[in-house]
């Protein structure tokens, strides 16, 4: 189905996530992922980390089993940690304050790693998140860096 060039909410819709072979040059769907965005691939390449277009739900897509499942509610920029165990994000759900959060895959179990109702991340991507190689979270702050004295993570003080 043709979307006007205007018509962005028929454009989301009909997104979905492909795969490239290198070695055939062949184009495929992955199955069940219409109307998904931000797709980011786990570094063990098991699983697939997608949000829905509506921005209410990340969903996890399993090589293993070939199907997909609701990992989270909210929305958010998606890292994986290094080891592919759990998802990153900066979690924002209905009206509560953002929150930077790791969820274990595949159950779901959400843990807080910092509070960010104090913290206005900017930039072009206010919600993007990165790791470093020790799974520290990379950030980029609204704010001049000195303004920030310093922010709770879990069991941690990081200070600029």
Same mark, same amino acid.
């Given at each position: 189905? $043709? ?7 028929? #454009? !989301? ?11 055939? #040059?062949?184009?495929? =769907? +992955?199955?069940?992922? %219409?109307? !998904?965005? $931000?797709?980011?691939?786990?570094? %063990?390449?098991?699983? +697939?980390?997608?949000?829905?277009? @509506? ?7 399993? &090589? /293993?089993? #070939? ?11 998606? *890292?994986?940690? /290094? ?8 979690? =924002? ?6 929150? !930077? ?7 779901? *179990?959400?843990? #807080?790693?910092?509070?960010?109702? %104090? +913290? ?24 001049? +860096? =000195?303004?920030? @004295?310093? &922010?709770?993570?879990?069991?941690? /003080?990081? @200070?600029?």
């Amino acid at each position: 189905m $043709g979307c006007a060039a205007d018509d962005l909410r028929c #454009q !989301l819709q009909n997104l979905a996530i492909y795969v490239l072979s290198l070695k055939t #040059q062949q184009v495929s =769907k +992955i199955p069940g992922s %219409d109307a !998904l965005v $931000g797709a980011r691939l786990s570094g %063990d390449g098991r699983y +697939i980390a997608a949000v829905t277009t @509506r921005l209410d739900k990340v969903m996890l897509y399993d &090589f /293993h089993t #070939q199907r997909w499942s609701g990992l989270v509610q909210g929305d958010g920029s998606i *890292t994986w940690s /290094h080891d592919s165990k759990f998802v990153y994000l900066r979690l =924002k759900q209905g009206t509560e304050p953002a929150k !930077l959060v790791r969820v274990r895959v595949p159950d779901g *179990t959400i843990e #807080q790693v910092a509070d960010l109702k %104090d +913290i206005s991340l900017g930039g072009s991507w206010a919600d993007w998140v990165s790791l470093l190689p020790d799974d520290s979270p990379l950030l980029m702050p609204k704010a001049p +860096i =000195k303004s920030i @004295r310093s &922010f709770e993570t879990h069991n941690t /003080h990081l @200070r600029p």
